[in-house]
């Protein structure tokens, strides 16, 4: 009994120092050296940079996204009852950027469209969405988050929702 | 509509979302495939875009470990 488990244990062990080998060491087996496409060298904004500031005023002043383009992706996700940005979107404070209610949104559609959002504002965005009923519910309890994100700056995309 | 006079004024879209990338993140440092994964280009496109600006120096090469990507 006591050989049997020993011969069972050996290969297994060799086999996972062989799994771990070829996770540090890539499928060639060299070892990677610190500098070889593992983008182990990192890149940081020049603060000294002589167009910084105005590069900044160029670039990050006016809205990073188009509206009338984030409305139309949003309203194909599912049934969008309402849409609004604010915060980076406008360039103003606010508890989040980007608030959607809508019943059955696609979320894997939502994520996607965030993540290219993302890639072209810079920058992560806050979100939130609910749908309609949890939305009216907060409403109607004068709920922090959306009384805040309603009362502040913000621009509406869409807008299903009869008052 | 500014994000196309963006793109044709700077000759690459790439190089938009790579420049806007690091103004938005100023205090951070990132190696070229947390870049990529950020701008959603490929990591060539990247590198090649990385090269120029640091040509330029409006980034520069830090070997410091990177700061958390952030809001702001």
Known sequence: ????????????????????KRRIRGKTG???????????????LNQKFQFLQDLKNLMLRPPPASFNRM???????????LAL????????????DLLVVGDDVDRRKFKN?????????????????????????R???????VRLLMEGPHEILIDKIPL | MVSQIFEELFGSKARVKILKFFLRNEAGSFDLP??????????????????RLL??????????????????
């Open chain 1, 1 to 20: 009994m006591a050989k049997r488990s020993k011969k069972l244990k050996k290969p297994k062990h060799k086999k996972r120092i062989k799994r771990f």
């Open chain 1, 113 to 137: 469209f965030l993540k290219s959002l993302e890639a072209e504002v810079g920058t992560q965005i806050i979100y939130a969405i609910m749908d309609r009923e949890e939305f009216n519910y």
């Open chain 1, 71 to 81: 409305a139309k992706r949003i309203a194909s996700l599912g049934r969008v009852k």
């Open chain 1, 139 to 145: 409403r109607a309890m004068f709920d922090r988050f």
């Open chain 2, 34 to 51: 947390t870049i990529a994964k950020h701008v959603q280009e490929r990591r060539p496109v990247v590198k090649k875009e990385v090269a």
């Open chain 1, 30 to 44: 060299k070892r990677r050296s610190a500098n070889s496409g593992g983008g182990r060298t990192y890149y940081g």
């Open chain 2, 55 to 72: 040509k330029i120096r409006f980034i520069q090469k830090r070997n410091k470990p990177p700061k958390r990507y952030n809001h702001g």
């Open chain 1, 85 to 96: 940005v604010s915060g980076v979107f406008l360039n103003k404070e606010n508890v989040a």
